[in-house]
């Protein structure tokens, strides 16, 4: 009697869960946006409950994945009732929900029935059971097997409309690994027929039902597989999965949580993922120490995101550095892209990864180069050893490159202020032997390049440039306003000014396109300089530009105070110099310092005799910083060489003055030091210096 009881009970318990949870009965669609149908609208669990109670019938209720079947006893025969429905998902409470499946034990209880009976119906139906399981029930097959036998991701969807097995992970991790390796032309083709295949949304709803009872491998797998799959996230779906997941985190070891890691970095923010992306920082937070792979604890630190506590990535730094021993070439090559997700800049960890990465960067492909220069932009992170490896690795294969991905290369180099000079000249001898192989936008990239780094071959100079204008002026008419200012713009810092792109550009309507359209503030800029180029430069064109442009700002003055007062010590006296000094043409010098032809004699500024005087030698001292400088060089870069070009024509000797050599060194020694830049040498050579 008491198997009886606890067996009602527990029929009780599930009958109470299936009227909550189907209080309004609906029938859903697993890809639509969450909207209802109603199935069944005139029944009502309440009402049948009562109807059976009345009769003094106890029924046995089970709550199946497809149907909710009722069972009872009527004129000592079996009558089964299908209501057809799939009840709202939610989320169990227990870590782990077991299996539902008919007991034939405790399938029936009746307080009209002997225990005779009931043995004998259990047994009938035991049998039955037995016998249509023989008969209907389909082979095991496994993604592996699928993906091997499978040529399409319809053929997946065949195979399991003819004969559907468990677990439905199977067919959506079979699916992603045919999708992977079809190009990218045919995966969208596929995917478009997978949507609109009649066995999917089948394969999508027995995937929600089975979701809360599969291996924890088998759901990560299958989730993963549906993301990549592109299935909309918003589906009812991926949101359902979403909730079994949070429910069962605690039950996914190091494996599944790496799955589960690669899933959400895709994903779009909404309220299910940023739940989990939560339960997984906790859960790494307590778990840090005891991760093995260095592939899952990258994995982890990829996903938790920019916006995890810095206590938090700083414990998985330190986890990392413990496990460097531990890093292959492929870990040290995905460290500079996983520090760039969480937005970490580690040095230490960055200088051991580079290392590594220089010492095998023979064979490494083109994306991960990519990947690794594109994290260095983002985490600012300047490393003239591997800028300069990943170069020469380049230049030692250049044959095997196409010029798009080595102009690619180039860009990100520029980025960062690097010139690889033997990289570039093979580059303008390609450009040069074969100009046919460059269109507008290829020219536009070099250009940019190689006047932002000042760039010159020491032969062929003339003849690339003489290339990039001929492939410009070929589509003349198809480039944009503001395009053909770029390239002009580009021209005037490497001191080449192509007549045709001029003209085409000078025209009234192209100027006042380009003032007022647009970034207004750069386009006045740079036409600011070809103006002052037209007038400056030694060119065949002579023409300035009509149309009046707006004034520009005038540049901004940093105080260089250490600068100044080394110059009072070696020129005797502020009446010496001039600061600050502002020129035609919207340019400043820092200080100004009058002097002989041989320069070395000084002359004050208060002499207005002198002034006039042709012997006069005005020298301007620039106060430079470090960006204004090729990385790790003192090779000026294109603004500060034309600066100094039309400085030059303005009748100026410019001295360079670093900054950051400035301010490290002792009064002394500074005072000596720009000494030496202010006289000449044959003024320099007498042991006292009269000024």
């Not at 992977?180 to 027995?206: I, N, T, V, Y």
């Not at 997700?341 to 083109?366: T, W, Y």
């Not at 400088?629 to 001295?655: E, Q, T, W």
């Given at each position: 009697?008491?198997?009886?009881?606890?067996?009602?009970?527990?029929?009780?318990?599930?009958?109470?869960?299936?009227?909550?949870?189907?209080?309004?009965?609906?029938?859903?669609?697993?890809?639509?946006?969450?909207?209802?149908?109603?199935?069944?609208?005139?029944?009502?669990?309440?009402?049948?409950?009562?109807?059976?109670?009345?009769?003094?019938?106890?029924?046995?209720?089970?709550?199946?994945?497809?149907?909710?079947?009722?069972?009872?006893?009527?004129?000592?025969?079996?009558?089964?009732?299908?209501?057809?429905?799939?009840?709202?998902p939610t989320v169990d409470r227990s870590p782990r929900p077991r299996r539902l499946s008919f007991d034939s034990k405790h399938s029936l209880v009746s307080d009209g029935t002997s225990d005779n009976g009931l043995k004998k119906i259990n047994f009938h139906h035991e049998v039955f059971n037995e016998d249509l399981a023989?008969?209907?029930?389909?082979?095991?097959?496994?993604?592996?097997?699928?993906?091997?036998?499978?040529?399409?991701?319809?053929?997946?969807?065949?195979?399991?409309?003819?004969?559907?097995?468990?677990?439905?992970?199977?067919?959506?991790?079979?699916?992603?690994?045919?999708?992977?390796?079809?190009?990218?032309?045919?995966?969208?083709?596929?995917?478009?027929?997978?949507?609109?295949?009649?066995?999917?949304?089948?394969?999508?709803?027995?995937?929600?039902?089975?979701?809360k009872i599969m291996r924890c491998d088998d759901l990560l797998f299958s989730f993963h597989a549906i993301v990549k799959l592109g299935i909309p996230q918003n589906t009812l779906l991926i949101q359902t999965l979403l909730r079994v997941i949070q429910g069962r985190i605690n039950e996914f070891d190091e494996k599944c949580?790496?799955?589960?890691?690669?899933?959400?970095?895709?994903?779009?923010?909404?309220?299910?993922?940023?739940v989990l992306r939560a339960a997984l920082r906790i859960l790494v937070d307590q778990h840090v120490w005891k991760i093995e792979h260095v592939f899952t604890l990258q994995t982890m630190m990829k996903c938790i995101g920019k916006d995890a506590p810095v206590a938090l990535k700083r414990k998985l730094e330190m986890k990392?550095?413990?496990?460097?021993?531990?890093?292959?070439?492929?870990?040290?090559?995905?460290?500079?892209?996983?520090?760039?997700?969480?937005?970490?800049?580690?040095?230490?960890?960055?200088?051991?990864?580079?290392?590594?990465?220089?010492?095998?960067?023979?064979?490494?492909?083109?994306?991960?180069?990519?990947?690794?220069?594109?994290?260095?932009?983002?985490?600012?992170?300047?490393?003239?050893?591997?800028?300069?490896?990943?170069?020469?690795?380049?230049?030692?294969?250049?044959?095997?490159?196409?010029?798009?991905?080595?102009?690619?290369?180039?860009?990100?180099?520029?980025?960062?202020?690097?010139?690889?000079?033997?990289?570039?000249?093979?580059?303008?001898?390609?450009?040069?032997?074969?100009?046919?192989?460059?269109?507008?936008?290829?020219?536009?990239?070099?250009?940019?390049?190689?006047?932002?780094?000042?760039?010159?071959?020491?032969?062929?100079?003339?003849?690339?440039?003489?290339?990039?204008?001929?492939?410009?002026?070929?589509?003349?008419?198809?480039?944009?306003?503001?395009?053909?200012?770029?390239?002009?713009?580009?021209?005037?810092?490497?001191?080449?000014?192509?007549?045709?792109?001029?003209?085409?550009?000078?025209?009234?309507?192209?100027?006042?396109?380009?003032?007022?359209?647009?970034?207004?503030?750069?386009?006045?800029?740079?036409?600011?300089?070809?103006?002052?180029?037209?007038?400056?430069?030694?060119?065949?064109?002579?023409?300035?530009?009509?149309?009046?442009?707006?004034?520009?700002?005038?540049?901004?003055?940093?105080?260089?105070?250490?600068?100044?007062?080394?110059?009072?010590?070696?020129?005797?006296?502020?009446?010496?110099?001039?600061?600050?000094?502002?020129?035609?043409?919207?340019?400043?010098?820092?200080?100004?310092?009058?002097?002989?032809?041989?320069?070395?004699?000084?002359?004050?500024?208060?002499?207005?005799?002198?002034?006039?005087?042709?012997?006069?030698?005005?020298?301007?001292?620039?106060?430079?910083?470090?960006?204004?400088?090729?990385?790790?060089?003192?090779?000026?870069?294109?603004?500060?060489?034309?600066?100094?070009?039309?400085?030059?024509?303005?009748?100026?000797?410019?001295?360079?003055?670093?900054?950051?050599?400035?301010?490290?060194?002792?009064?002394?020694?500074?005072?000596?030091?720009?000494?030496?830049?202010?006289?000449?040498?044959?003024?320099?050579?007498?042991?006292?210096?009269?000024?």
């Open positions: 009697m008491s198997n009886k009881t606890g067996f009602f009970l527990w029929n009780l318990r599930q009958f109470s869960t299936l009227v909550l949870t189907s209080r309004r009965t609906v029938r859903l669609d697993p890809l639509r946006f969450c909207r209802s149908k109603i199935a069944h609208p005139d029944w009502h669990p309440r009402n049948l409950l009562l109807h059976d109670l009345d009769n003094g019938m106890q029924p046995g209720i089970r709550y199946l994945f497809q149907d909710a079947l009722l069972f009872k006893s009527e004129d000592d025969g079996l009558q089964t009732k299908s209501i057809s429905t799939v009840p709202t023989k008969e209907t029930k389909p082979t095991p097959v496994t993604y592996i097997k699928l993906s091997q036998t499978c040529n399409s991701l319809s053929d997946v969807l065949d195979t399991f409309s003819k004969a559907p097995t468990f677990p439905s992970s199977n067919y959506f991790s079979a699916m992603w690994t045919i999708a992977k390796k079809m190009s990218d032309g045919q995966e969208r083709f596929e995917k478009q027929l997978m949507f609109s295949h009649p066995a999917f949304s089948r394969l999508c709803e027995q995937m929600m039902r089975e979701a949580l790496s799955v589960l890691s690669t899933a959400l970095e895709v994903m779009e923010p909404c309220k299910n993922v940023d990392a550095l413990r496990e460097l021993d531990k890093f292959s070439v492929l870990n040290s090559q995905r460290m500079f892209e996983v520090l760039a997700a969480m937005n970490h800049r580690s040095v230490i960890l960055l200088n051991e990864c580079s290392k590594m990465v220089i010492d095998n960067i023979h064979g490494c492909p083109f994306k991960i180069l990519i990947s690794m220069l594109q994290s260095c932009k983002d985490l600012r992170y300047h490393n003239v050893d591997l800028f300069k490896g990943i170069a020469d690795y380049v230049a030692t294969t250049f044959d095997i490159w196409k010029l798009k991905q080595v102009l690619f290369l180039l860009i990100l180099l520029e980025n960062f202020g690097f010139r690889p000079v033997e990289l570039m000249d093979l580059v303008m001898e390609k450009v040069v032997d074969e100009p046919k192989s460059l269109n507008m936008k290829s020219v536009l990239s070099i250009l940019h390049v190689y006047s932002s780094l000042n760039h010159f071959h020491k032969c062929q100079n003339k003849e690339f440039l003489d290339v990039m204008a001929d492939a410009l002026t070929g589509c003349l008419h198809q480039i944009p306003s503001e395009n053909l200012l770029n390239a002009v713009y580009s021209f005037c810092l490497m001191n080449h000014l192509p007549l045709a792109l001029v003209n085409q550009l000078l025209q009234k309507d192209i100027i006042s396109e380009l003032l007022t359209s647009g970034d207004v503030e750069r386009n006045v800029y740079k036409l600011h300089i070809l103006d002052t180029c037209l007038e400056l430069d030694d060119t065949p064109y002579h023409k300035s530009i009509d149309i009046s442009l707006p004034q520009q700002p005038s540049a901004p003055l940093y105080p260089n105070a250490k600068v100044e007062e080394v110059l009072s010590r070696i020129l005797g006296g502020e009446g010496y110099f001039s600061k600050n000094v502002q020129l035609p043409h919207n340019y400043y010098i820092d200080f100004e310092i009058r002097m002989d032809t041989n320069r070395s004699q000084l002359f004050p500024f208060s002499d207005t005799d002198v002034v006039s005087s042709a012997d006069i030698q005005r020298v301007a001292v620039l106060c430079v910083p470090r960006s204004a400088y090729c990385l790790d060089s003192f090779h000026p870069r294109g603004f500060l060489a034309m600066k100094m070009r039309h400085l030059n024509v303005m009748g100026f000797h410019v001295i360079l003055v670093n900054n950051w050599v400035i301010e490290k060194l002792e009064m002394e020694d500074a005072v000596t030091f720009l000494k030496t830049k202010i006289y000449s040498t044959e003024a320099l050579l007498p042991a006292d210096v009269n000024v």
